[in-house]
């Protein structure tokens, strides 16, 4: 095994621990405040004109998640559950928005390999991530924001877990709704 494979799993598994510890909370930093404007952005993207706003989907909901890395297991199933559920999101009016620190022909390969149809975001240099306290080192976080049609934060997740997490989204996404 190469030595970079090494550090990568050596990364990961950390990673991994830490997220399980009381005060994963607290890793990749402080978070945006909920019922505020969620913080503006614009990323390169794999699909469309290139880019993505976040007020590009003003007057929609949006499913902003943040994930580790492209091709990895945990990573991968979200993004296929995701994905499985696009009808369910889109019967919602809510746009799901994919991010991590992977770059814009990584995505592309992704995309194309796992069928993910919505726009994954390169972070490559974690700006966005960290600004919606998601970056921890070398890579984002998996948290996942709620934002409303105006563009208010209404919820946060924090200790994301893959195979349920969709269902879990879309649970909220039906509870914010009805208020």
Not at 147 to 159: A, K, S
Request: charged letters at 20%; hydrophobic letters at 35%; one cysteine or more.
């Amino acid at each position: 095994m190469s030595r970079r494979y090494l550090l990568i799993l050596g990364l990961s598994l950390s990673l991994a621990f830490f997220c399980f510890l009381p005060n994963a909370q607290a890793l990749g930093g402080k978070k945006p405040p909920l019922n505020e404007p969620a913080p503006e952005f614009t990323l390169p993207t794999n699909n469309g004109n290139g880019e993505v706003s976040l007020s590009d989907y003003r007057g929609q909901w949006v499913v902003l998640y943040f994930y580790p890395k492209d091709f990895t297991s945990g990573c991968t199933l979200e993004a296929k559950n995701f994905q499985k559920d696009l009808e369910k999101y889109q019967a919602r009016n809510a746009q799901i928005i994919g991010v991590s620190g992977d770059d814009v022909q990584s995505h592309e390969e992704f995309c194309e390999e796992v069928g993910i149809e919505f726009p994954l975001l390169a972070d490559t240099n974690g700006s966005v991530s960290k600004t919606y306290g998601s970056w921890l080192g070398i890579r984002s976080l998996r948290h996942t924001y709620l934002i409303d049609p105006e563009g208010i934060l209404r919820e946060i997740f924090i200790g994301v877990k893959p195979p349920i997490h969709s269902q879990e989204v879309l649970a909220r996404l039906d509870e914010l709704q009805e208020k």
